[in-house]
């Protein structure tokens, strides 16, 4: 393999970054914009209650209005698959309303204005009842999740004695912390597009499983799989908040069906906040111990979680789960509570669980810390354990202890003076705090298949999805580094139903589910290729040890002579070569804990007056396992920080107590970073590789740089004020009180 | 037919509402918080120029944002207008927002942007969520049992604390020049009512004083992200000072209040006072006299405080930052 084709670990460009920034790649909106009609989705003004009537006289008398789709004439669906992804509230099965913003009706017109103001004449009479807006007071209906956690963690754990050690203990810290509801946000909105014909229905939506939005389709309108395809060559961002099939999904297509017109339901940037979930409220409980020596004897963590009202599903935010592994400690004990309120489900947001529950954690690792009279980064080094003791199984690999080494030197940790208010800049108040970041390492099966064409050119399929992170430019990189041809000359096709099943991509597993069965595909067609060159050599190539072959730039490369791939294919009447594999994760991979580890440090300058908090400096070392891009990996780790900088700092959907409605449902009330908010980034890969999770060594690492980022925040706003803010966002009102 | 044609005409009525940048009408309009019957384009009409003299800067309604804050002299001579312009919104919005309508961007209020809530700016009489609600943005002065919401603006705090005064024509003809200060009217019960204009009147300039005070002002902006958001609180102060002591202060505060905020009682107890910081320190206090907080925004109260005390420091004491958070 030449540099030339061998590009895995390079910086190289995206392979669709021409296609976007000329406007090119196509999103699930733009497609199908002739013969479509317009949907627009009616919501509810009251959390709870009984919808009496829906009054669409008016709308239904409008120009361009085709009809009014309310629970009184929606078709009755069947009953939801039973996967996770399926969202069958709400879906106008019924008359119930469970929060504020539900989706009652959709109005269809010729245009998107008809449809919009038709649907702003909709009157709605309710019945009202009471509803659950808020967890406060509301500790008496603490409930346990009714499911495992993330569908596999046990929803408490205890090992060792917890309370007897605590009570030993020479040196304690007890916490209260508290995150609130945030919003995924995504540059590109949902937006679906339905097309039936007869009774075979073509979505293209915007989605991070079309898999799964596959299933939950065929499943709701009675269909096989197969009569269903879904399309989604590109996503605009997703966080989270389009790993589910949500409703509008399912209304867009249950829209068409009814009005028999292919329907364009986009969802707006308001709706935005009460249509595909949000990262939900939680409240946890932290205690912790150590020896003086500041070796952890206990540790607590409880968490409270609010979910949505069990008619519109359960999503049990995973908050403790980061502090059953993270350290070595003996007598650990964690829980997790769920208590129902009149909202919209709650779902995943990058690093979910992890993102929230290492805000605990680590803030209070940094008052243990404090307490000690201890180095944060000591201590935390002094708790490195190098099995998982939650599961009893060694680490896949772990090298966190060199994340703080690097990060540390990278960031001058040792110009740090820990008293806190001890460093100014000017006026300001300066603050250095550091975390620790963690995220499992997931993979799930996914097939592929590669072909190589009689020109060379390599075509790879998988029915995963880009959602930005590079998906095309890696998996064509993998391919042509087996193929022995540069990455431009392959083309991925992905986004596509019909193409072989790739896992959801979500809980950062794509790189580490697919490019195996790239490589395990694109590895096949290569030794095909060596079989059919050994035989079409005869004796020349008689008896040759195939491991003296080459796949280059278009040829197999033997000893003293090549074959062209163009005459080979040619000469055995083949217009291509394709292989198609199922890769699976290995049995050996389930006898280890697999996780990925980082470092966090970053600066703070807080204003003394105002409360200001600004973000200076930012040093990250993450445990990447082995980058493939360094290009697309680099702007992961980036984008994850300023993801976490603004859960720190700004984020938060608030709730407006008297009627249950998410108050501030817009990007300029709902406020994330801009870029005056982001200082320079320096983020360090950690490339000791993963041997057990996959050939190539990969972790993900989409979600890893949000867990801890808070925290190091929170910890920096500690050592440059003395204000421990226990509650996030720290936003300058906590500050400067 | 141009605009000004039709306002002689007579024929704008109370549905009619007109356009310049349209960068908050059209949001309005999407979010069916109002629905005009008409909208009229103010683009054809003449309603540009700056011009700067020693005695006063008139700024023509139509100028955007972006060019104005530029302007050489308004830098000069009156550079809090500069400042308060260029910590406002993004680059795009400064290249479409106008003079006139800056004057006139509706209040950020979560509740009467969403049609879902009743709001009584928006729907007289049907009640205000923001008083027991979700309201840390909200008002701390000059709000009402009906209305607490603040005007979102920074460039008319500075023209508050420059004593400016806005020109407007009446439908028909016959134009008049309004104090800024007289321009806005507090919520009381009647919170729809936010200005004086009468239907059909169009504000064609802003007539800023030049002043010693004036070269020497500073705006101050408090806000949750670094740029591209609206004020928590802000302070413009303009003053003179000789021999270290102060001759003239206009002081105003922004993002706390229904309208720009004119600071009077401090500024009249800086008059004649030694220009140090526990004159501005006092002056602070003073400025936020007669606040009342309705819940989540009581750390406005300090925050303002603490606004007008730095500003008034940078406006006496002028750093490379002055002007900068």
């Known amino acids: ?737 | 037919m141009h605009a000004f044609q039709l306002i002689a005409a007579g024929t704008p009525g109370a549905g009619t509402t007109f356009i310049a940048g349209g960068t908050d009408l059209l949001q309005l309009m999407k979010n069916n918080v109002i629905a005009p019957d008409q909208v009229v384009d103010l683009a054809g009409a003449h309603l540009r120029g700056i011009t700067a003299t020693s005695i006063e800067l008139r700024l023509g309604a139509l100028e955007t944002m972006a060019d104005v804050a530029a302007h050489p002299e308004v830098r000069r001579g009156w550079p809090a207008i500069s400042q308060a312009l260029l910590l406002s919104a993004s680059p795009q919005i400064r290249n479409m927002g106008t003079m006139g309508g800056n004057l006139l961007q509706r209040t950020r209020c979560v509740y009467f942007r969403d049609t879902a809530f009743a709001c009584n700016k928006r729907h007289p009489g049907s009640g205000c969520p923001a008083i027991a609600g979700e309201n840390r943005e909200h008002a701390i002065l000059g709000a009402s049992d009906s209305c607490i919401a603040t005007h979102p603006s920074d460039f008319p705090v500075a023209l508050m604390a420059m004593g400016a005064g806005v020109a407007i024509t009446a439908a028909g003809g016959g134009t008049r020049v309004v104090p800024l200060a007289d321009f806005y009217r507090l919520p009381g019960d009647t919170p729809e009512i936010e200005t004086i204009l009468q239907p059909g009147d169009v504000i064609t300039q802003i007539v800023v004083p030049a002043s010693e005070a004036a070269k020497r002002s500073v705006y101050m902006k408090v806000r949750d992200r670094s740029s591209f958001a609206y004020a928590l609180a802000s302070a413009a102060v303009a003053i003179e000072i000789r021999d270290n002591r102060i001759l003239h202060a206009g002081i105003a505060l922004g993002g706390v209040a229904p309208m720009p905020w004119r600071a009077a009682k401090a500024e009249q107890a800086l008059i004649g006072a030694t220009a140090d910081a526990a004159a501005f320190e006092h002056a602070g206090r003073l400025a936020t006299e007669g606040a009342r907080a309705a819940g989540m925004n009581a750390y406005k109260i300090a925050l303002a405080q603490r606004a007008v005390t730095r500003a008034l420091m940078e406006a006496a004491h002028p750093t490379a930052e002055t002007g900068v958070l």
């Not at chain 1, 998107?112 to 702003?120: M, R, S, V």
């Not at chain 1, 229905?201 to 939005?213: C, F, H, R």
């Not at chain 1, 009005?259 to 986009?266: D, G, N, T």
């Not at chain 1, 390492?441 to 060379?456: I, W, Y």
């Open chain 1, 1 to 737: 393999m030449s540099e030339q084709t061998n590009t895995i670990g390079h910086a190289i460009d995206r392979v669709d970054g021409r296609l976007k920034v000329m406007g090119h790649a196509k999103y699930a909106a733009e497609f199908a914009n002739t013969d479509v009609v317009h949907a627009v989705l009616v919501q509810s003004t009251i959390a709870a209650g009984t919808i009496l009537a829906i009054d669409a006289l008016v709308a239904r008398s409008m120009p361009g209005v085709i009809d009014v789709i309310t629970a009184e004439n929606a078709e009755k669906l069947h009953k939801a698959p039973e996967i996770q992804q399926a969202i069958s509230f709400p879906l106008l099965q019924s008359n119930e309303v469970l929060f504020n913003g539900q989706h009652i009706a959709i109005v269809v017109a010729d245009s998107l204005q008809q449809a919009q103001e038709a649907a702003a004449t909709v009157v709605v009479r309710y019945r009202p009842q009471d509803a659950v807006t808020s967890m406060e007071g509301r500790d008496g209906d603490q409930r346990k999740p009714s499911k495992k956690l993330n569908g596999k963690f046990e929803i408490d754990s205890a090992t060792g004695d917890f309370s007897s050690a605590f009570e030993a203990a020479p040196v304690k810290i007890s916490a209260t912390y508290k995150t609130p509801v945030e919003h995924h946000n995504p540059m590109e909105p949902h937006a679906t597009i339905a097309a039936w014909s007869g009774d075979k229905l073509k979505v293209w939506t915007a989605t991070q499983g079309i898999s799964g939005t596959q299933q939950t389709l065929a499943g709701f309108f009675g269909l096989a799989e197969n009569d269903v395809t879904v399309i989604c060559p590109f996503v605009g961002g997703g966080f989270g908040s389009k790993g589910n099939t949500w409703t509008p999904v399912t209304l867009a297509a249950m829209a068409a069906r009814h009005v028999k017109r292919r329907v364009k339901l986009e969802i707006t940037r308001e709706q935005m906040f009460f249509s595909n979930g949000y990262r939900p409220q939680t409240r946890q409980a932290l205690k912790l111990a150590a020896d003086r020596d500041g070796k952890l004897l206990a540790l607590r963590h409880d968490g409270v979680i609010a979910t949505a009202m069990p008619g519109a599903g359960e999503f049990a935010e995973p908050v403790a789960l980061i502090s059953r592994m993270l350290y070595a400690c003996p007598n650990i004990s964690t829980s997790h509570r769920l208590i129902d309120i009149n909202q919209s489900l709650p779902t995943y947001m990058r690093g979910p669980g992890e993102a929230s529950g290492s805000f605990a954690l680590e803030s209070g690792m940094d008052e243990l810390a404090v307490a000690l009279d201890m180095d944060p980064v000591a201590l935390r080094m002094r708790n490195l354990i190098d099995s998982d003791a939650s599961e009893g199984k060694p680490f896949a690999s772990k090298p966190l202890a060199e994340c703080y080494t690097k990060a540390a030197e990278a960031f001058g940790w040792s110009r740090r003076t820990p008293a806190p208010r001890s460093m100014k800049n000017g006026r300001m108040l300066v603050g250095m705090g550091m975390a620790t970041t963690s995220y499992p390492t997931n993979r799930m099966k996914a097939s592929a298949e590669v072909a190589m064409l009689q020109d060379g050119t390599v075509i790879v399929r998988c029915g995963t999805q880009d959602l930005g992170t590079g998906t095309y430019t890696t998996m064509a990189q993998v391919a042509a580094a087996e193929l022995g041809v540069s990455p431009d000359r392959v083309r991925v096709e992905l986004g596509d139903s019909r193409l072989p099943k790739a896992p959801v991509s979500g809980g950062s597993m794509t790189t580490a589910s697919v490019l195996p069965a790239v490589q395990e595909a694109a590895t096949a067609v290569r030794e095909a290729l060596f079989d059919m060159a050994l035989k079409a050599k005869g004796d020349q190539w008689h008896n040759l040890d195939r491991t003296a072959l080459t796949l280059d730039n278009g040829a197999v490369v033997g000893p003293n002579s090549q074959l062209g791939i163009t005459d080979l294919l040619a000469q055995a009447s083949l217009p291509s070569l394709s292989r198609k594999v199922e890769a699976t994760p290995s049995d050996e991979a389930d006898t280890f804990s697999r996780h990925a580890f980082g470092a966090q440090f970053a600066e703070v300058h807080v204003d003394p007056d105002f409360g200001t908090v600004r973000v200076k400096r930012w040093v990250g070392a993450f445990d990447v396992g082995r980058v493939i891009n360094a290009k697309t990996a680099r702007s992961q780790l980036i984008g994850g920080i300023v993801f976490g900088i603004g859960m720190a700092l700004m984020e938060e959907t608030r709730t407006d107590r008297a009627s249950g409605r998410f108050a501030n449902a817009n990007i300029a009330d709902y406020l994330i970073p801009v870029s005056a908010d982001i200082p320079d980034i320096n983020t360090i890969f950690v490339e000791t590789g993963d041997p057990i999770t996959t050939r190539l060594g990969v972790k993900g690492i989409g979600e890893l740089p949000t867990v801890g980022a808070a925290a190091a925040i929170a910890n920096a706003v500690y050592h440059a004020t003395g204000k421990r803010i226990r509650d996030l966002p720290i936003r300058l009102d906590k500050v400067m009180a």
